[in-house]
């Protein structure tokens, strides 16, 4: 499988796709923990049926020491007993802000109540954030048909500087 198009080809894509990672950049300087992002971001990318940004976030998250166990229970974490509260609640904003097209009504109330009992308001800034860029993301990722399993860690570092 190839991808459709190479997005940073083009003088446009390429200005835009450096925007969209600088959100990304501006994310991680938050204080909520790296791990908790990746997590979320995986959960995303698994429910949007993303190959490419389910590829980078389980592979990101075992280069950084996170267990096998923990990155294959993702998918199932609510039947799981390895994750935080603050994650648990991290993720289920993560679900109820990804299947907004399930006829699902958005973040529940006792969701966000959950996330403000484990998070300041500079973090949920950041969790809020995470899932609209991710979401997007993974749109990039399906329109363009980015298979998985290219990825390797620490692929993107470059970009920090």
């Known amino acids: 499988m190839e991808p459709r198009i190479n997005l940073n080809d083009s003088v446009i894509g390429a200005k835009i796709g450096k925007r969209f990672a600088n959100i990304g950049?501006?994310?991680?300087q938050s204080t909520v923990p790296k791990s908790?992002?990746?997590?979320?971001?995986?959960?995303?990318?698994?429910i949007n049926g993303c190959g490419w940004c389910t590829d980078l976030h389980t592979k990101e998250l075992a280069a950084a020491g996170e267990s096998a166990v923990r990155i294959?229970?993702?998918?199932?974490?609510?039947e799981s007993s390895v994750f935080t509260e603050p994650e648990r609640a991290a993720?289920?904003?993560?679900?109820?802000g990804t299947r907004l097209a399930d006829a699902n009504p958005g973040v529940s109330d006792a969701?966000?109540?959950?996330?403000g009992k484990h998070y300041d308001a500079?973090?949920?800034?950041?969790l809020v954030y995470t899932v609209a860029l991710i979401n997007a993301?993974?749109?990039l990722g399906v329109i363009t048909r980015m298979p998985g399993g290219s990825y390797e860690?620490?692929?993107f570092d470059h970009l920090e500087n």
């Not at 908790?36 to 698994?46: D, F, G, P, V």
């Not at 969701?111 to 996330?115: A, I, P, Y």
């Open 25 to 28: 950049l501006a994310i991680m």
């Open 36 to 46: 908790t992002l990746e997590l979320m971001e995986l959960r995303a990318s698994q």
């Open 72 to 78: 294959n229970l993702v998918a199932v974490w609510r």
């Open 91 to 96: 993720l289920a904003l993560t679900e109820e």
């Open 111 to 115: 969701t966000w109540e959950e996330v």
């Open 122 to 126: 500079e973090q949920i800034a950041a």
């Open 137 to 139: 993301a993974n749109r």
């Open 153 to 155: 860690p620490g692929m």
